[in-house]
């Protein structure tokens, strides 16, 4: 098993931002990875959006970048999942294979959200053995949205982080 911080294991998360997906409930989710932390200047995400940089609607399609996450003033924070034993470059391939174009992944009739794809997402790091969970879809979902309330409220309580986090 990859040590902590070692570059072959990364943290993992669900980074919660406002107003950025038409379709999705409450908040545009990403997957946010790093060694160590996710205040680091470059974390990695993993998004399924469907607009361009201008804000121009387009077809679903994944977006994988590395980009600080402190400083946006979209970002309602990260909520933690776990730590996955697996290198920045094996998830960029794990995640590759996910896209919206993979006609047999079921989207409940619900058709594609960046919820429902970092759901998927988690559920595959889960049924590899990379990430033990024991959630269903819906129980994440609630919990994610209820902690992104909570996160939504730290400064007010004097809570404020560069990066706000909680757990899952």
């Not at 669900?14 to 038409?22: F, P, Q, S, Y």
């Not at 946006?72 to 174009?101: I, K, M, Q, Y």
């Not at 979902?141 to 007010?156: A, D, N, R, T, Y």
Request: contains cysteine.
């Amino acid at each position: 098993m990859a040590a902590k911080g070692d570059g072959h294991s990364m943290l993992i998360g669900v980074a919660l931002h406002k107003g950025m997906d038409v379709s999705a409930v409450g908040y545009h989710w990403a997957l946010v990875m790093h060694p160590q932390t996710y205040d680091a200047p470059l974390v990695r995400t993993y998004e399924l959006v469907n607009r361009d940089d201008n804000g121009r609607p387009t077809a679903w399609k994944t977006r994988f970048s590395q980009k600080p996450l402190y400083g946006s003033t979209r970002l309602v924070g990260v909520v933690h999942v776990g730590r996955v034993s697996a290198s920045e470059n094996d998830l960029d391939e794990f995640f590759s294979g996910f896209g919206p174009e993979r006609e047999d992944y079921p989207t409940g009739g619900r058709g594609w959200t960046s919820i429902g794809w970092v759901l998927r997402c988690i559920r595959y790091l889960e049924m590899s053995d990379l990430l033990p969970l024991q959630l269903t879809d819906d129980e994440i979902f609630v919990k994610v949205l209820q902690l992104g309330i909570l996160m939504e409220e730290m400064p007010s309580r004097g809570q404020g982080a560069a990066v706000p986090r909680t757990n899952l």
